[in-house]
């Protein structure tokens, strides 16, 4: 009967068109005072301890914060520049060059309606131009903006990681292979397809522009290796690392690349001017900015979208987290793990159920919501089936990628569909070809469990363990 309530409760209140954190903590707050012994002032203690207590989330809010500077300022227009001059000249390269773009911003931004609104604001016009089909583009951005969560630093992974209380660390350990390896059949794709359409390229723009691009793009770029490189060196954890990423991105933002801020279109050298005189108005204008940037409309309004993200997401992350106290106080997972282990299922035929029940999951609720109110369920079975936390976390994230695709709560269909102005079902069936290619990668993260976890694996040997 708990069971029966807690989740009717949620799914009533979703079907009517409750925002999800609410539906989440009224459900879990009716089925405390019908069956539970716990008291109203426990659940406010929930509540404040749900995030209090989980060191890993801080890490969201920074996260969210630097992707935010980064998206503002010009960092996804220079990636985009680096991936032209580099792949731009291959067959169907425009293409290809947006799923490197897209790869190397979800590096640094670890969202993918993040990924998706700021290359393909850019890119979709680009591609049309040189003669690409628009839905085909439309498609490939779409998809290719989905390895926002799982090409580390990942939002999605530190909620998961906060949920079953992994290492956050091994989660990002674990994600970059298969998010390199999406990214490759991706674009492997785009090439076939592209010789089979006759799609354009461009002309190889030289090692002269080669290396010049590159240079503009190391600025943004630089965060991927300063974040992950701290991470898997040991020397910081997610949300040091995170935090150092914030401070990064704003000084790379506004002192840097100078496309927001105090700083905005002040050039690093006026025509004749010499690199002394240069250097010292520089100085003069950077500690001018410092005092500034508190007061400056624009870094006001990046920190406050930021804030809004943050809020909203923390918000449904605690009512999630009073979700799966009732969950574990009720003993629902045990219960259903107990169920589950005596049927006898195979750790392979649990896979399957845990890929259809996500799979269908993703098609109406916001990842974090689904690992939240998942997680705490399949764990407990998966670990006594034999099947590593990671590799299972990465499995639910890749699920999580598929969801963002499929309506009626695809969160990357309708950034898609704000950019290039089309129907809903327009944007579904640009990526109807690029879905079957994700659940193909699906199956092969699911029964090759060593794509996800080879990384961590070896790291852990290399540091002795």
Known sequence: ??????????????????????????????????????SLASIVLKLYGSTSEHYTLLAIPFFILSSAFLSTGGVARRIIDFAMDSVGHIRGGLAMASVMACMLFAAVSGSSPATVAAIGSIVIVGMVRAGYPEK????????????????????VMLVYAAATEVSAARMFMAGLIPGLMMGFILMLAIYIVARIKKLPSRPFPGIKALGLS?????????????????????????????????????????????DIGPLKNVA?????????????????YMLLAVIKTPIDKEIRHVVRDGAKVSIMLLFI????????????????????????????????????????????????????????????????????????????GIIMVVNMEIGMLTPPVGLNLFVTAGITGKSMGWVIQSCLPWLVLLLGFLMLITYIPQISLFLPEYIDKLNGY
């Open 1 to 38: 009967m708990t069971i029966a309530t807690l989740f009717l409760a949620l799914f009533i209140c979703m079907m009517i068109g409750m925002p999800i954190a609410i539906a989440l903590g009224f459900s879990s707050i009716l089925t405390i005072l019908l069956f539970s012994n716990d």
């Open 136 to 155: 085909f583009a439309a498609g490939v951005i779409t998809t290719s903006g989905t390895l926002g969560i799982l090409i580390p630093p990942s939002i």
């Open 214 to 258: 590159s240079a503009k793009a190391f600025g943004g770029l630089a965060l991927i290796f300063i974040v992950l490189g701290a991470i898997y060196g040991g020397v910081a954890s997610p949300t040091e690392a995170a935090a150092v990423a914030c401070v990064y991105a704003y000084f790379i933002a506004v002192f840097g690349y100078r």
């Open 268 to 284: 690093w050298r006026n025509k004749q001017e010499s690199i002394a005189v240069a250097s010292l108005r520089n100085i003069a």
């Open 317 to 392: 992350i605690a009512n999630a987290m009073l979700f799966a106290h009732v969950l574990t106080t009720e003993r629902i997972p045990h219960i259903i793990a107990e169920a589950i282990v005596s049927l006898g299922l195979p750790a392979w035929g649990f896979l399957i159920i845990v890929n259809l029940l996500l799979l269908a999951a993703g098609n109406f609720m916001e990842p974090s919501a689904i690992l939240l109110i998942m997680a705490p369920i399949l764990f407990p079975i998966a670990t006594q089936l034999g099947i590593d936390p990671i590799h299972l």
